[in-house]
């Protein structure tokens, strides 16, 4: 009787301790996996800004000009952007 109850108290510890590792590795794959979208959609809206930045500051536009080719140029109408000038740091 003390036998099987050593077994059963070790089995289920050997268990425990495989379920809890396995949870680790998941969550770890998980934040990785998540990581890389997050990282994928940044570098996305990176070259879209570099894009706008590119195509405004090839056509020398005002202050004005840009944000309005920044508001036509929204696919979503709840999208947001700032214009920052870069030598003050401060948004428009």
């Not at 009787?1 to 050997?14: D, E, K, R």
């Not at 934040?31 to 405004?56: F, K, P, S």
């Not at 214009?83 to 948004?91: G, L, M, Q």
């Amino acid at each position: 009787m003390i036998a099987m109850l050593t077994f059963v108290v070790l089995y289920s510890n050997f268990e425990n301790k495989n379920t809890t590792q396995r949870q680790i590795e998941h969550f770890e794959n998980t934040t990785i996996t998540m990581e890389h979208v997050t990282e994928n959609y940044l570098d996305g809206e990176q070259r879209i800004c570099d894009v706008w930045a590119r195509y405004i500051n090839s056509e020398k536009m005002t202050i004005e000009e840009a944000v309005s080719f920044i508001r036509i140029s929204h696919v979503m109408p709840n999208a947001s952007a700032h214009i920052v000038y870069p030598e003050t740091r401060t948004d428009y």
